[in-house]
């Protein structure tokens, strides 16, 4: 019978030492506390709301800088800065920022529908040209209507929602306008709701709060290490 051979002090010193800075280190028993994962939840709150926050308010008053989503990429990166201050584990910093990048890249589009959702105004407009369709390699295979106002002035964008395999140049779509012009038109989709657009958003919104409340919690440290022979208990997580 073979007996197992023990891990060396120094290994096993390493092999904990990659687990902590990998995952967090955890250092409670039982349930975290409870302030702990106030902590995580307030900080995944705010990083999506200012992903998204910084986002809509781009799309409303018109600043192209934020309405592209550039702002919340600006937020991804303070909320990552933020857990490795805290220092919580590389592993899940990574999670949380590539769920905000998700994040980010999608609000665009919601923007822009909440904007014409609240002073959208809905006119008629006529189809000159049908591009697309499923085996068409641009427009993931969508329908684009290249389309004119009723002055016959072209539109700068192609509307895709409302235009199908049935539509021919002649026919009249149905365009949403931002009474103030600060986000292109759209087509308008029947059955679509206001609230709609937000929904899109909720899956990577709820996945980036609850990495973060993860990466809070496992980041809780009993002690750290200090100058002395002993080492004092840690005020906060990031101690």
Same mark, same amino acid.
């Given at each position: ?10 290994? &096993? %010193? ?40 910084? +986002?809509?308010?781009? &799309? ?26 805290? %220092? ?17 890249? *999608?609000?665009? *589009? ?14 008629? !407009?006529? @189809? +000159? ?23 016959? @002035? #072209?539109?700068? !964008? ?13 026919? +009249? ?23 709609? #657009? ?26 750290? #290490? ?5 080492? %004092?208990? &840690? ?5």
């Amino acid at each position: 019978m073979h007996r197992r051979r023990p891990v060396p002090p120094l290994e &096993a %010193r390493l092999s904990a030492h990659l687990r902590s800075t990998v995952w967090g280190p955890a250092e409670f028993i039982g349930l975290p506390p409870r302030w702990l994962v106030a902590e995580g939840l307030l900080a995944g709150c705010v990083g999506a709301g200012a992903i998204v926050g910084s +986002t809509v308010a781009g &799309a409303w008053y018109g600043l192209p800088g934020l309405a592209d989503g550039e702002g919340g990429l600006v937020s991804v990166a303070a909320l990552a800065l933020y857990l490795c201050m805290v %220092r919580a584990g590389r592993a899940l910093i990574g999670i949380v920022a590539v769920l905000g990048v998700c994040l980010a890249l *999608q609000a665009p *589009q919601t923007a822009v529908g909440l904007v014409l959702a609240e002073r959208g105004q809905v006119e008629s !407009v006529v @189809v +000159t040209s049908v591009e697309g369709g499923p085996g068409s390699v641009s427009g993931h295979g969508r329908y684009l209507c290249s389309v004119a106002d009723s002055d016959g @002035v #072209p539109l700068r !964008v192609r509307i895709w929602r409302g235009c199908g395999q049935a539509t021919r140049p002649g026919d +009249t779509l149905a365009v949403v306008y931002d009474s103030k012009g600060r986000v292109p038109p759209r087509g308008v989709e029947g059955g679509a709701s206001g609230s709609g #657009p937000l929904r899109d958003l909720g899956g990577w919104a709820t996945a980036l709060v609850a990495a973060c409340v993860v990466a809070v919690v496992r980041s809780y440290r009993l002690y750290r #290490p200090t100058a002395g022979p002993q080492a %004092r208990p &840690a005020c906060d997580p990031g101690s």
